[in-house]
């Protein structure tokens, strides 16, 4: 994994803006593209001040190449239909158990289930798949991808310009500002998984 992590932290640095929106299109469909090797890297050398980028430029250019990912993966799901993605869904991991719980997950919860997604690791990037075979509202999906993405986003960027201030070596380092990253973040991860079942919570109650 060395080669790619490097590959694609090279394609920041070389490519700016553009190199964000690519990986992060990427990182939000099959490809196992990490974000924390995409967002923070960039948040670090716009905070140098010599790339002609900005933290903000950084956030947008990360939350358009979600969203495109995602379009791009909910309308595969929606064009290829379920009978396909059951069929062969096995070849890339996802048997008919886990395709029917993930339709059952995205009509009960639809927008939250979008939203809180896009902050949860390796379920970010299947999160379009079982919103297109549920034929979620297009209007919908888009604005909980948007908000979810963005705000996603910005703490990737908030935390890498704050590793990248104490810890400038990192991006000599793929796998350590990835393990930087990681060990900064499990806190905002628990908190979301908190905010989800409380949402989880709330909706049985109001059944109840």
């Not at 090797?37 to 979600?66: C, E, K, N, Q, Y």
């Not at 993966?73 to 062969?88: D, S």
């Not at 008919?96 to 339709?103: F, G, H, I, L, T």
């Not at 390796?122 to 888009?142: M, T």
Request: contains cysteine; hydrophobic residues 55%; positive net charge.
């Amino acid at each position: 994994m060395h080669e790619w992590l490097a590959t694609w932290m090279n394609w920041v640095a070389d490519w700016g803006y553009g190199g964000v929106v690519l990986l992060m299109a990427m990182e939000s469909s099959i490809f196992p593209v990490p974000s924390e090797v995409v967002v923070p890297p960039a948040a670090i050398i716009a905070a140098r001040g010599d790339s002609g980028m900005t933290m903000w430029g950084v956030v947008l250019a990360g939350t358009l190449g979600s969203y495109v990912g995602s379009c791009v993966t909910y309308a595969t799901a929606l064009w290829l239909g379920r009978p396909l993605v059951l069929r062969y869904g096995r070849w890339f991991f996802m048997s008919r158990s886990k395709v029917e719980a993930a339709e059952r997950f995205m009509q009960r919860y639809t927008a939250p289930g979008i939203f809180f997604a896009r902050f949860l690791p390796v379920v970010r990037h299947l999160i379009s798949i079982p919103a297109g075979l549920a034929r979620v509202n297009f209007f919908v999906f888009s604005l909980a991808t948007i908000i979810g993405s963005a705000l996603w986003c910005y703490a990737l960027a908030w935390f890498g310009a704050k590793i990248g201030k104490e810890h400038p070596h990192l991006l000599d380092s793929p796998e350590n500002l990835l393990a930087a990253m990681r060990g900064e973040m499990h806190l905002l991860i628990a908190g979301i998984f908190l905010l989800a079942l409380l949402y989880a919570l709330a909706q049985y109650l109001c059944r109840r």
